[in-house]
């Protein structure tokens, strides 16, 4: 499935919430209400901060996700990448995963371990993990790994 990536604008605020809600609240386990509070307060601040390096992705016109990739020193993070359920195992997240790794190598990420299509998907790409915390796990890969 075709995909294409477009300049996140003011008007897509609300829908990135959304999808920043999703990728966090829907595997994170066990928050307390402080910690979902400061969750909140820096989805809000994030997204308006970062809106200049967010892509919607659109299929078919439609806009179904979006990717978050920012630099960091000598590497890029993937620090979101987010499609909506009724399209996700259709390859569109793998297609954008090889065309970023491509553009940008090397590549990390981090990704809730409960996340497992996400974590699955990326280890079949060659993201190899390279850290573990209690829930999340740190991966990477440099565009001659990808598979």
């Not at 439609?62 to 499609?83: A, F, P, Q, S």
């Not at 995963?97 to 371990?113: A, E, G, H, R």
Request: net charge negative; proline share 1%.
């Amino acid at each position: 499935m075709e995909y294409h990536l477009k300049e996140a604008s003011e008007n897509h605020i609300d829908k990135l919430i959304e999808y920043k809600h999703h990728s966090i609240f829907d595997y994170a386990t066990n928050l307390s209400m402080d910690e979902v509070a400061r969750i909140e307060e820096y989805i809000k601040n994030t997204i308006c901060l970062e809106i200049k390096n967010y892509s919607i992705i659109e299929v078919d016109k439609n806009e179904i996700g979006c990717v978050l990739v920012t630099k960091k020193e000598n590497k890029t993070l993937l620090d979101e990448l987010y499609i909506e359920e009724e399209y996700r195992g259709k390859g569109i997240g793998t297609c954008i995963l090889k065309d970023i790794t491509n553009k940008y190598s090397p590549i990390y990420l981090w990704v809730y371990k409960q996340n497992k299509g996400a974590t699955t998907l990326y280890q079949k790409l060659g993201f190899k993990v390279v850290e573990e915390v209690e829930e999340r796990y740190f991966m990477e890969c440099k565009s001659e790994e990808m598979i």
